[in-house]
């Protein structure tokens, strides 16, 4: 199952496309894949992050250390996919499961391979509607809805029939739609029935990677490399091979440190500069107390924030 979603097959086409090729799918608003930089996924690392999706809030639940949205803004931010206003159609029907099949020259009623599909996204192929029909029904099935099947599902079929509507339908929100279900089918061969390479990214660059420079601009997949996104990912991991040894950026915790994104840092601070003789129970005493007067200095200035907020757009 990992195979059959991982991004490696789709960057392995987009090196033989030809410009009218490129252009096509530049012109339907998929071009940022093009450039996609994360080819690789990190198997372990989706597991985790599948376990802290939550469906419900539809967000990446970190527990202490904080939130991620999940939202469509977030999904084109990173993969740059058109945000359209028509839902992608994802369920079978047989009008469009026949003339796909028609599409593909096939005669006996079963579905196409996934890699006769990629093998029919050569140089060699004119770019025309076909050949956007054809793209479209490869990215669902290997990055965007990646299936346990070798064959594409006709679940695909509905939404490219009208190559013209292609950019007006909401991918991104398609991509979210895709996590959730996953998410609720619970199962281990699950796991990578969703688009990995987003959820991923948006991970790593939710992180605070002060000890490596990452561009602020572009869309995320061109921005985080194979090689980035694994040295992050070692910075990343506890000495159990746990994840979540880094903070979160300030925009996603859950609380506001004042002194340090790590509280541990605090800690030692207080215990350098208090006298030695004092007893254990004092020390976390004081500690403690510092916590709460960060938390609520947080809480104070969020408040204050939202007011001066309020108050600047009544007077607009």
């Known amino acids: 199952m990992f195979n059959h979603a991982s991004p490696m097959r789709m960057v392995r086409v987009f090196k033989t496309m030809t410009k009218p090729q490129r252009d096509l799918i530049i012109n339907s608003d998929f071009g940022e894949l093009l450039n996609m930089k994360c080819s690789k996924l990190i198997p372990e690392l989706c597991r985790f992050l599948m376990d802290c999706f939550n469906p419900n809030t539809c967000e990446l639940d970190f527990g202490h250390r904080g939130r991620v949205p999940v939202t469509v803004q977030s999904v084109h931010k990173v993969m740059g996919v058109p945000m359209g206003t028509i839902p992608v159609a994802y369920q079978a029907d047989s009008h469009s ?16 391979y996934i890699t006769t599909v990629e093998t029919l996204l050569g140089p060699t192929y004119p770019a025309n509607d076909y050949y956007l029909r054809k793209f479209a029904i490869y990215s669902m099935s290997t990055v965007f809805s990646p299936t346990t099947c070798t064959r594409v599902i ?10 013209e509507a292609t950019k007006r339908l909401n991918w991104a929100k398609f991509i979210i739609d895709t996590l959730i279900r996953t998410t609720k089918a619970k199962g281990i061969k699950n796991w990578f029935k969703a688009c990995m ?8 660059d939710s992180l605070e990677t002060d000890a490596i420079q990452v561009p602020e601009e572009g869309t995320r997949i061109c921005i985080w490399t194979n090689k980035l996104i694994k040295k992050i990912v070692e910075l990343d991991t506890n000495t159990d091979g746990s994840f979540g040894k880094l903070p979160l950026k300030a925009c996603f915790r859950s609380n506001l440190f004042m002194f340090s994104t790590d509280p541990s840092i605090v800690d030692m601070f207080i215990k350098r500069h208090v006298q030695s003789t ?27 924030g939202s007011d001066l907020k309020d108050g600047q757009e009544k007077g607009n």
Do not use: H, W
């Not at 499961?97 to 196409?112: C, D, H, K, V």
């Not at 390479?197 to 790593?204: A, H, K, T």
């Not at 005493?285 to 204050?304: H, N, P, Q, Y």
């Open 197 to 204: 390479p987003y959820l991923m990214v948006l991970y790593v």
């Open 154 to 163: 006709p679940k695909c079929y509905p939404p490219i029939i009208n190559t």
């Open 97 to 112: 499961t026949r003339a796909i099949l028609e599409m593909f020259q096939i005669s006996n009623g079963r579905q196409p």
């Open 278 to 304: 004092l007893s254990e129970e004092y020390m976390v005493s004081v500690i403690d107390m510092c916590t709460v007067f960060e938390e609520g200095l947080a809480k104070f200035l969020v408040s204050v």
